[in-house]
């Protein structure tokens, strides 16, 4: 047996391994909250101004491929170990918060004209549920492959701006409420922190720094948005603190030396002291 086709052995393991995982949490969820007789579902007031764009379900179903691609686009052993636990937390927790919390999606889709793009549609009226909705696991999943598909040289432009249009067609296909979004980033950053990348190592240890922030920003806008629907417009002041916690974040996630410059100055500063 030759070491790649040892390779791709692990790698479909994984991914039947997560698959039949997702699988079973997922209908499981979605049997028990068939099973209710009323289930609740949360918008904010601005969400009825979010159009429906049938051509976003194209990348609302991509997510599907980009599950099967990911786990072939790991470097190495560990890497593919990795990306099978976090995907194994994520569909876990996400089964769990859908079975004690759960929400239905409450808008009414309209009606697609084109035939080409009504199959999709009708293929999940017919295989989906409008339960199992917060959190997104197209949005925590998003999340999980840039973590592998960022290390790639090749289509990784392609593929981030991919992922972002898989996390905006959750809305635009009418599948996901913001709420569902904000959820998934969470649930996806903290599946990073529990099982963080080779954190002994120098290099990786500021991606841990920077899921934290990322961790506590995604918390501060859900706070912000909470607030403003339940109190007012106070709710607002939690925006500046969050975006602030993702520009360090994302500072930490390239290596970025926040302070470099000022802490060079003041070294060579003292070092000129020092030698008059």
Known sequence: MTEKKLKIRQQAFALTLCTVVFMTVYNAA?????????????????????????????????????????????RDKYQLKILTWRMLFVIITAGIIFITTPLQFSFTKPEVSNDVLNLPFLFLKIFDSPFNQSPSLHIAFAFIFWSVFRDLTKWRIFLMISLILVGISTLTTYQHHVIDILTGAIVAHISFLIIPYRKNKFEYRNFQFANYYFVSGWILISAGLLTDHYLGSEGFIFFLPAIATFMIGYYYQNNIKILS????????????????
């Open 261 to 276: 410059p000022f802490v060079f100055t003041v070294k060579q500063n003292i070092r000129q002291f020092r030698k008059n």
């Open 30 to 74: 979605t049997w028990y909250a068939s099973s209710l007789d009323q289930l609740p579902s949360f918008t904010f007031d601005f969400e009825k101004f979010i159009p429906f764009l049938p051509l976003s379900i194209i990348p609302y179903m991509a997510s599907g491929f980009f599950f099967c691609m990911v786990f072939f686009s790991c």
